[in-house]
C-alpha cells in the first residue's frame, strides 16, 4: 500500500485530487443523489479510479463535489439515505474488486510497476539504503 500524505495546509483536498487527475485518475465521489450512477451500473473500463468518501453526517465536501468527475451510489431500498463510512466502504470495493477479477480487465500492475513499488519500500526499510543504491550504480555503470 503507498500512502501519499497531504498535509501541509489546512486545506489539502484540492492538491490531493489534482496529484491524482495528474497521475490519470478519475476522481469518483460517493453521494446519495439522483446526479449519481448507481454501483450496478459503474464503468469499470473508463479507466483508472479514485474514491473519495465523505463524512458520515455531512458527506463529502462542496470542493470534492466541484472536483468530482463522476458520482456513484450504492442503491438501497427504504428510508435509508445513507451507509455508515465503513459499510460503504466495504460494500464498494468487495463488489468493485470482484467485477474486475471476472472482467478480463487488464488492471494488475505492470512488472515494472511491482519492481518501482518493492524498490521505493525496500529503500524506506534498510538501514543506509543510499548506499547500496550508490554502489548499485556504481558497479552497473556498463549496464545502465
Known sequence: LTLNR?????NNTPEALR???EQGYRIVATLPDARTVS???FDLAAGK???VFGSEKPGISSQ???LADEFLTIPMVGFTESLNISASAAILFQNLTTRLRLSGLNWQLTPTEKDEILF???TKHIRHSHLLVKRFL???KSIL
Open 6 to 10: 497531504y498535509n501541509q495546509s489546512e
Open 19 to 21: 496529484v491524482l487527475k
Open 39 to 41: 454501483l450496478d451500473h
Open 49 to 51: 479510479t479514485a474514491l
Open 64 to 66: 470534492v463535489e466541484s
Open 120 to 122: 521505493e519500500w525496500l
Open 138 to 140: 556504481e558497479d552497473n
